[in-house]
T-cell receptor, first 114, second 115 residues
């Protein structure tokens, strides 16, 4: 069975600080990896995704994530956060053979202080 | 275009009752998935429907069921409600035509409280 771990439950940063949120997964097959974000009062939305190819993927709003197969990791990064990045971030794993069933991590709440 | 619409947004039930939640996907999306979100368990997959057929099912008891109609709208039902069923139930649609995309468009959810 797949599992996803996000080790940081709460992160507080000041504006302009760099961000890295950890995500590790457990799965023996070929995975597809995602980061979803939920801004306060809004619905979950896709931030970025990795299916294959270049392990460094870029998403919306300046976010990027790097897939490191040997470490089973898919960490999310942003060089300089803004107050508007305050949100909850979810890492998720999917499988080509499992339709649109995703396994989500527990989420990381990011607060950016102005 | 309109997003995923879930109704009702909030509801309160008592133990033993049943509840039906509704989801209207984005126009043209044929896949509808349901997730349960709780503070303790996070986001957990319930089931996915595609072209009126259940394609996948998560690890939930049989009290949780769903269906999809020919217009892609979906409903989920929980019978014999328990206190632990209190959660935010999220519906997500996808434009998949059969292959996996993983790009889900979520609704705002239906918050169920069981007393």
């Amino acid at each position: 069975a797949q599992s996803v771990s996000q080790h940081n439950h709460h992160v507080i940063l000041s504006e302009a600080a760099s961000l890295e949120l950890g995500c590790n997964y457990s799965y023996g097959g070929t995975v597809n990896l995602f980061w979803y974000v939920q801004y306060p009062g809004q619905h979950l939305q896709l931030l970025l995704k990795y299916f294959s190819g270049d392990p460094l993927v870029k998403g919306i709003k300046g976010f990027e994530a790097e897939f490191i197969k040997s470490k089973f990791s898919f960490n999310l990064r942003k060089p300089s956060v803004q107050w508007s990045d305050t949100a909850e971030y979810f890492c998720a794993v999917g499988d080509n053979n499992a339709g649109n069933m995703l396994t989500f991590g527990g989420g990381t709440r990011l607060m950016v202080k102005p | 275009k309109a997003g995923v619409t879930q109704t009702p947004r909030y509801l309160i039930k008592t133990r033993g009752q049943q509840v039906t939640l509704s989801c209207s996907p984005i126009s043209g999306h044929r896949s509808v998935s349901w997730y349960q979100q709780t503070p303790g368990q996070g986001l957990q997959f319930l089931f996915e429907y595609f072209s009126e057929t259940q394609r996948n099912k998560g690890n939930f008891p049989g009290r949780f069921s769903g269906r999809q109609f020919s217009n892609s709208r979906s409903e989920m039902n929980v019978s014999t409600l328990e206190l632990g069923d209190s959660a935010l139930y999220l519906c997500a649609s996808s434009r998949t035509s059969g292959t996996f995309t993983g790009e889900l468009f979520f609704g705002e959810g239906s918050r169920l409280t069981v007393l």
